[in-house]
């Protein structure tokens, strides 16, 4: 699958599929904005999480947690 989803909240940027290092959790996030779609939300609706406030009720400092893309399967051959 490679489902190109425009972030519904900033039209800026596609929507990625992201971890945070220690967390077994995947997210879909836009680069751009932040906005957070947690595993099992609609990622074309709109949604109220932050990657900010997403790494906060985990108890993690924003400013030093970064996510990673989670691109294991698409790594072969380069547009
Ligand atoms: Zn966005």
Not at 11 to 38: H, I, K, N, Q, T
Not at 51 to 63: F, I, K
Not at 66 to 79: K, L
Request: with cysteine; charged share 35%.
């Amino acid at each position: 699958m490679d489902e190109k989803i425009t972030c519904t909240l900033c039209g800026e940027d596609r929507l990625r599929r992201y971890r945070v290092p220690g967390l077994p959790e995947v997210f879909w996030m836009c680069p751009e904005c932040e906005s957070l779609w947690r595993e099992g939300a609609d990622p074309r609706a709109s949604t109220e999480a932050y990657l900010s406030v997403y790494l906060e009720s985990r108890g993690l400092d924003p400013a030093r947690v970064r996510p990673e893309p989670v691109d294991a399967d698409a790594s072969t051959g380069s547009d």
